[in-house]
């Protein structure tokens, strides 16, 4: 059984541009959440995805935006980066959108300098 | 929006003492998650506690949940080395699609 894996591990990018993360949920699991862990903080929820389809969304601007394909995968794409996004972001799987227990991947951990 | 309170937030204990932890929440929910972070790594998930009156044990770590007193708590039996990390709660939103966090608990277990 192949478990949450994230990509990239690590990245450093500059105000105002723009970033893509990917995820491949476990298998079995057909929802992908997206959480933003800033240091020494509790993860946030950002938005999930089940099929296709934004299930669900934190306090997030618009310029976090997301897709999930048809394999259950899913990228998060943040526009016009700001110093405050520097944080690791956790992709977690699960069996359904409101089915319990998070799987979570090793994260990506973003730096925006 | 519900609200997740751990306490203590920092916890430094010897070898061989119990201690516990805290995790109170401001709405109703009957779903409550203890998750495990080391440093620079992801979260493991520790235990689910989908009822009232749930406990849960694995090895020296025991969780337990009261969906009245909107509490949980994790104790630790015995602590060793190798428990240091960071524990956080999480509570699943009614809507069943949004975990919240608490801000966690940062163990250190001395020699």
């Known amino acids: 059984e192949t478990g949450v894996t994230q990509s990239p591990t690590h990245l450093i990018k500059t105000r105002g541009q723009q970033v893509t993360l990917r995820c491949s949920s476990q298998s079995g699991h057909n929802t992908v959440s997206w959480y933003q862990q800033a240091l020494g903080q509790g993860p946030q929820f950002i938005f999930q995805?089940?099929?296709?389809?934004?299930?669900g969304r934190g306090n997030f601007p618009p310029r976090f935006s997301g897709l999930q394909f048809p394999n259950y995968s899913s990228e998060l794409n943040v526009n016009a980066l700001e110093l405050d996004d520097s944080a690791l972001y956790l992709c977690a799987s699960s069996l359904g959108p409101a089915t319990g227990e998070l799987f979570f991947g090793e994260g990506s951990r973003l730096t925006v300098l | 929006e519900l609200k997740v309170e751990q306490n203590p937030l920092f916890l430094s204990m010897q070898e061989g003492k119990n201690y516990t932890i805290y995790c109170n929440y401001s709405?109703?929910?009957?779903?409550l998650y203890w998750y495990r972070q080391d440093p620079g790594k992801s979260l493991e998930s520790l235990f689910v506690?989908?009822?009232?009156?749930a406990v849960k044990q694995e090895g020296r770590l025991m969780a337990s949940l009261d969906t009245k007193a909107r509490l949980s708590t994790l104790h630790i039996t015995a602590a060793v080395h190798d428990l240091s990390a960071t524990y956080f709660c999480?509570?699943?939103?009614?809507?069943?699609?949004?975990?919240?966090f608490g801000t966690g608990t940062s163990l250190t277990v001395i020699p």
């Open positions: 709405t109703t929910s009957d779903r």
């Open positions: 999480a509570v699943g939103s009614n809507t069943g699609n949004q975990f919240y």
């Open positions: 995805y089940y099929r296709e389809e934004e299930n």
């Open positions: 506690l989908l009822s009232n009156g």
